[in-house]
């Protein structure tokens, strides 16, 4: 995630600065923030029904692949992507595949 928004920041968003939190929550999630100041992408690309493996929402399936979500704001000039993720991705993937696999053998 931090390295696909890097590049997009660098690429498209002409941004002077750009900031980068990393939070370990109590729930058992970490969430990573990054704002800038640069030009947002176009409404299309922020809108949950952008296609899917493009920009914005290809980060979504992917987080959502591993039980995460990605959450995005445009406000004051500031463009934000946070993304959370379960404490321990390994698991939720093991189990997500383990549920799979269970429902294609009932």
């Given at each position: 995630?931090?390295?696909?928004a ?15 939190q ?85």
């Amino acid at each position: 995630m931090a390295r696909e928004a890097t590049t997009n920041i660098l690429r498209h968003a002409r941004a002077t600065t750009a900031d980068y939190q990393l939070a370990c929550g109590t729930q058992g999630t970490w969430t990573l923030t990054i704002s800038n100041d640069g030009t947002p992408p176009p409404s299309h690309e922020t809108s949950p029904t952008f296609g899917p493996g493009t920009g914005l929402e290809g980060l979504r399936e992917r987080l959502h692949a591993v039980g995460g979500n990605l959450s995005v704001e445009h406000a004051d000039n500031t463009f934000t992507v946070s993304a959370v993720v379960p404490d321990d991705m390994t698991h939720q993937q093991h189990s997500n595949s383990a549920q799979r696999q269970e429902s294609s053998a009932s």
